[in-house]
T-cell receptor, first 112, second 112 residues
């Protein structure tokens, strides 16, 4: 069976500090991978998606970047966090050519 | 503009009662509509998916309806249970590309 992991579960960081959130998927190969942000009381916003190693598409201009160094690893990063980066970050995966996305447990980020 | 609007924003019901959540969308061209359940602090989990030709889809006590002419969907929960307390998110996929548009969700609380 497939599982998706995210860590850390929660993170409190000062403004201006760097960020690295990690997402890994087990039990499948060559998945599509997605990073979403969910602000409090608002819908999910797609930040990045990847269809393969080293292939990253950005959906919105922002202070964040994403990388896919391995087939089942997706990393969300920032060099300098802003207050507005606070939120709930969700990683998701889907099979190539399939629409259903499976979400990870999420990382709650609070920037102070 | 492609949008998904959900109502109500929040809802409190007593255990055992039924409820209906609404979703209106302007996403075009339409591909499919999915309802997700998101427990607090967790990733969303898919409940139902409907394409243009499907009017209703059930998953246990959850029944989703779709009117593609009026661009409206509803999620009906029958005989609510305490475990139904969660956010319910309506998601519409465009019939082009890999884009999903998420509604802001309805936060449901079931009280004993």
């Amino acid at each position: 069976s497939q599982t998706i992991h995210q860590w850390p579960a929660t993170l409190v960081q000062p403004v201006g500090s760097p960020l690295s959130l990690e997402c890994t998927v087990e039990g499948t190969s060559n998945p599509n991978l997605y990073w979403y942000r969910q602000a409090a009381g608002r819908g999910l916003q797609l930040l990045f998606y990847s269809v393969g190693i080293g292939q990253i598409s950005s959906e919105v201009p922002q202070n964040l970047s994403a990388s896919r160094p391995q087939d089942r690893q997706f990393i969300l990063s920032s060099k300098k966090l802003l207050l507005s980066d606070s939120g709930f970050y969700l990683c998701a995966w889907s099979r190539q050519g399939k629409e259903t996305q499976y979400f990870g447990p999420g990382t709650r980020l609070l920037v102070l | 503009k492609n949008q998904v609007e959900q109502s109500p924003q929040s809802l409190i019901i007593l255990e055992g009662k039924n409820c209906t959540l609404q979703c209106n969308y302007t996403v075009s061209p339409f591909s499919n509509l999915r309802w997700y359940k998101q427990d607090t602090g967790r990733g969303p989990v898919s409940l139902t998916i409907m394409t243009f030709s499907e009017n209703t889809k059930s998953n246990g006590r959850y029944t989703a309806t779709l009117d593609a002419d009026t661009k409206q969907s509803s999620l009906h929960i029958t005989a609510s249970q305490l475990s139904d307390s969660a956010s319910y998110i309506c998601v519409v996929r465009r019939d082009a590309g890999n884009m999903l548009t998420f509604g802001g969700g309805t936060r449901l609380m079931v009280k004993p």
